[in-house]
């Protein structure tokens, strides 16, 4: 009967080598799980004598190829679901790595399954391979790829990590695609703006100059407003339309500046949650994205400290990080998990109170996901509600834009008309 050797993981999660008789790799598969390990590698063993007279082949160089970008969250969410499926089929992980890594086209996660394959190959964990590749697979994605190994459900817990992350970037879609339509049309209304204001509006004025109106209030400041932003005015160096253009990317800039540093990233992401309507839609999408993360990694065996870790890391408001310190800080000293977070007011009590009540039952993670399920579709229901909220007031800021400019150059018409009227008679 054919022997094989495996590489596996034991409950305590340490490596385990060793050699099992079966007729098939599936059945070696198999008697390798009723040893209570899990098999990272089965590969048949090679006879001494053929393996002595086989020639050295060149081993194929791995990884180190150079990419330009990362690991996009569509791309990644593909590769998770994949592997669960060849995992839960029974293959091999590190066959199961090599083909998904045949698959993909040459980039950042061509290069970075191809030094995880080594990894694995070579003995190490798949958690610890991954981790080594941060830009690719975070804290959270490999904490739950340890929690599956030690525990032998891989194949559930990268499935349920797939689910994670497709919900996760189904509410991004939704903030995002809101805030798509109001940013353009005023991308195009402003650049309307600027071009009438630039190159229509001056040759008005000289038409008003030379027939010595008297131009209204309206008209002077839109005059005034116009010569500003074509560098018309004497002295004037910079047209105005130049600060237009450049002053939003500094601003930019500068607030990402501010934010890398942690007072910085502090005070604004406070003062975000002030904004009206924006604000109360980040906390819910905040609050979604805490406790469907807390929720799986729970779920997924993830220890209940490391776990708040984990979510204060990635959870993207330092109010919330702080927060979920307190929260860790109090399970430390065995105090509840509710408490902390009711004190520091950043949910709401509906959130506290089933978060206390799944202390109580013993059923937090269920409690938790139950919670992100919630405030998803709070969630869509704001995205909805500010769309529909936007589209009329674009129209009435058009339209007080447009009218006020129609009016400031009507009125000085009226006064030409009125002089030449009265001199033709």
């Given at each position: ?7 596996a993981?034991n ?10 008789e079966?007729a098939?790799?599936?059945?070696a ?10 098999p ?13 007279a086989e ?5 194929k160089r791995?990884?180190?190829?150079f990419?330009?970008?990362g ?12 592997l669960?499926t060849l995992?839960d089929a029974?293959?091999?992980l ?10 993909q086209?040459p980039?950042?996660?061509?290069n970075?399954l ?11 964990s ?11 697979f975070?804290?959270?994605y ?6 599956g190994?030690?525990?032998?459900v891989?194949?559930?817990i990268l499935?349920?990590?797939?689910d994670?992350?497709?919900k996760?970037?189904r ?6 695609g809101a ?7 005023i ?13 229509i509006?001056p ?11 008297k ?5 002077l ?5 116009s ?5 018309l005015n ?7 339309v130049?600060?237009i ?13 501010i ?6 990233r ?5 003062m ?14 905040t609050i ?5 993360t ?9 220890p209940?400290l ?6 204060k ?17 109090s399970i ?7 408490q902390?977070?009711?004190?520091s007011k950043?949910?709401d009590?509906?959130v506290?109170n089933?978060i206390?009540?799944g202390?109580?039952?013993g059923?937090m993670?269920a409690m938790?996901l ?12 704001a ?6 909220l ?5 129209v009435?800021?058009l339209g ?7 009016v400031a150059?009507?009125?000085p018409l ?11 008679k």
């Open positions: 009967m054919p022997t094989f050797d495996y590489q993981l409950a305590q999660n340490k490596k385990v080598n060793g050699t099992v079966a098939t790799s599936d059945e598969i198999a008697r390798v799980k009723q040893q209570n390990l899990y990272t590698s089965v590969v048949p063993k090679k006879d001494a004598s053929k393996k002595a020639p050295k082949a060149k081993k791995r990884g180190g190829g990419s330009i970008g690991v996009g969250a569509k791309q990644l969410t593909t590769f998770t679901r994949q669960s995992q029974g293959l091999p590190l066959r199961s790595l090599q083909i998904l890594e045949e698959q086209k980039g950042k996660l061509k970075v191809l030094d995880v394959c080594d990894s694995v190959e070579g003995g190490t798949l958690s610890e391979s991954m981790a080594q590749h941060p830009s690719a975070d804290k959270l490999s904490k739950m790829v340890a929690a190994e030690v525990g032998g891989l194949d559930i499935q349920r990590l797939a994670f992350m497709e996760s970037q509410l991004k879609r939704k903030v995002v805030l798509v339509y109001p940013a353009v049309v991308f195009v209304a402003v650049g309307i703006v600027m071009f009438i204001m630039v190159f509006i040759k008005f004025s000289l038409i008003f100059a030379e027939f010595g109106v131009m209204p209030a309206l008209t400041f839109l005059v005034t407003s010569r500003w932003l074509a560098g004497p002295g004037q160096s910079i047209p105005g130049l600060f253009v450049f002053v939003p990317p500094l601003v930019l800039i500068g607030w990402k500046l934010r890398r540093a942690p007072p910085g502090a005070i604004t992401d406070r975000v949650l002030w904004v009206p309507v924006i604000g109360g839609l980040i906390k819910k999408t979604a994205r805490f406790t469907r807390l929720g799986t990694l729970i779920n997924a065996g993830v209940i490391e776990a708040i870790t984990i979510t890391e990635t959870c993207g408001n330092a109010v919330f990080e702080n927060a979920l310190q307190k929260v860790h800080d430390r000293e065995g105090e509840t998990f509710a902390p977070l009711r004190e950043v949910c009590s509906i506290v089933m206390d009540v202390e109580e039952t059923d993670d938790l139950k919670i992100a399920d919630n405030y998803d579709d709070e969630v869509d229901v995205v909805n509600a500010l769309v529909k936007i589209e009329p007031l674009l009435l800021f007080i834009v447009v009218g006020g400019i129609v150059m009507f009125l009226l006064s030409i008309i009125e002089k030449l009227s009265s001199g033709g």
